[in-house]
């Protein structure tokens, strides 16, 4: 089996996320921790991130996935900004948005 694979943290409002982009045999596979097992914010980052490998996987162009997560923001984005450095995100989404579309640039 041939795959690449890349985890990235990022920094936002909902915590500390990590964000798995494998490229296997040249299908996109991603998925998104964040938090604790059986949470609501954990469950949420799982969704997120297999919607966007499965519309990946089934034909949708990376980079309008990765447009359509960028820029989605959280109630507390400002709040990160203003002390966060390195590597962050507005939230979950625009994390995993992000992640994509480094994959794709690198």
Same mark, same amino acid.
């Given at each position: 089996?041939? *795959?690449?694979?890349?985890? /990235? &943290?990022?920094?936002c =409002?909902?915590?500390?996320?990590? #964000? $798995? ?5 040249? $299908?996109?596979?991603?998925?998104? /921790?964040?938090?604790? /097992?059986?949470?609501? /914010?954990?469950?949420?980052? &799982? *969704?997120?991130? *297999? ?9 949708? =162009?990376?980079? $309008?996935? *990765? ?19 390195? %590597? ?5 989404? %625009?994390?995993?948005? $992000? ?5 794709? #640039?690198d």
């Amino acid at each position: 089996m041939n *795959a690449n694979t890349s985890t /990235t &943290r990022y920094a936002c =409002p909902e915590g500390h996320i990590f #964000v $798995k982009i494998a490229n296997v045999e040249g $299908k996109l596979w991603i998925n998104a /921790t964040i938090g604790h /097992t059986g949470s609501q /914010t954990m469950a949420n980052a &799982r *969704a997120i991130s *297999a919607l966007a490998g499965i519309a990946i996987r089934h034909g949708a =162009p990376a980079e $309008k996935v *990765a447009s359509a997560l960028k820029g989605t923001t959280h109630e507390t984005s400002n709040h990160l900004m203003a002390r966060t450095n390195g %590597d962050i995100a507005l939230s979950m989404a %625009d994390a995993i948005g $992000k992640e994509i579309e480094r994959l794709l #640039v690198d």
